[in-house]
């Protein structure tokens, strides 16, 4: 049985067209994950004053039960990270 050179250099060419497009696809779908997470998350404090709960921007050293000054008895009682939600 004589061997077919036509029929697998179009194999060939097949499988490597197939797998440029496949690297091309994974690349551009790198891009648009890095694109995506490109915005900067902010970092709340919440402080407790009495009965009244207020944030702030996080500063360096803020830890839950650090004592404050910006209000009579103000404790930090929550640190999170504001999520942003897209619809």
């Not at 921007?57 to 999170?80: F, H, L, T, W």
Request: with cysteine; glycine share 10%.
């Amino acid at each position: 049985m004589p061997l077919d050179y036509g029929l697998i250099a179009m194999f060939i060419t097949a499988v490597i067209v197939m797998s440029v497009m496949l690297y091309l696809f994974m690349r551009s779908s790198e891009r648009v994950e890095a694109t995506s997470g490109n915005k900067e998350a902010r970092i709340l404090s919440v402080i407790k004053c009495g009965d009244v709960e207020r944030s702030r921007e996080y500063r360096e050293g803020d830890y839950v039960g650090k004592a404050v000054d910006e209000c009579p008895n103000g404790v930090i009682v929550g640190i999170y990270k504001e999520v942003s939600r897209q619809g």
